[in-house]
């Protein structure tokens, strides 16, 4: 049984951090994804299995980074700059393949496992 557990959400201003991490079972190629209330699931960010590879999302970039610590099979997400449209909720997934193209990692059918999300709310 594959296990994704997210941490780190929560309540920040305008302006702040947040660091979301998300412990699996082994290592994956992985990413995470957000939903806004009312709106569609959206890609955030991904990481290769490797970790050599990264992928962001337009309206993260320059803002957040992922990375991953392969020892605990743990990746992370540091965002700064919180902004009130970065309100959602977070969800980690993780992928059986190793790798694929730019289109195919920030898709959502790309990944076989989802984590159960965390709330990441930002005041203004």
């Known amino acids: 049984q594959v296990q994704l557990v997210e941490s780190g959400g929560g309540l920040v201003q305008a302006g702040g951090s947040l660091r979301l991490s998300c412990a699996a079972s082994?290592?994956?190629?992985m990413a995470w994804f957000r939903r806004a209330p009312g709106k569609e699931r959206e890609f955030v960010a991904a990481i290769s299995w490797s970790g050599t590879r990264t992928y962001y999302a337009e309206s993260v970039k320059g803002r957040c980074t992922i990375s991953r610590d392969n020892a605990k099979n743990t990746m992370y997400l540091q965002m700064n700059t919180l902004k009130p449209e970065d309100t959602a909720v977070y969800y980690c997934?993780?992928?059986?393949?190793?790798?694929?193209?730019?289109?195919?990692?920030?898709?959502?059918?790309?990944?076989?496992?989802w984590g159960q999300g965390t709330q990441v709310t930002v005041s203004s």
């Open positions: 082994k290592r994956y190629a």
């Open positions: 997934a993780a992928s059986r393949l190793v790798g694929g193209t730019v289109l195919a990692v920030t898709a959502g059918e790309f990944y076989d496992y």
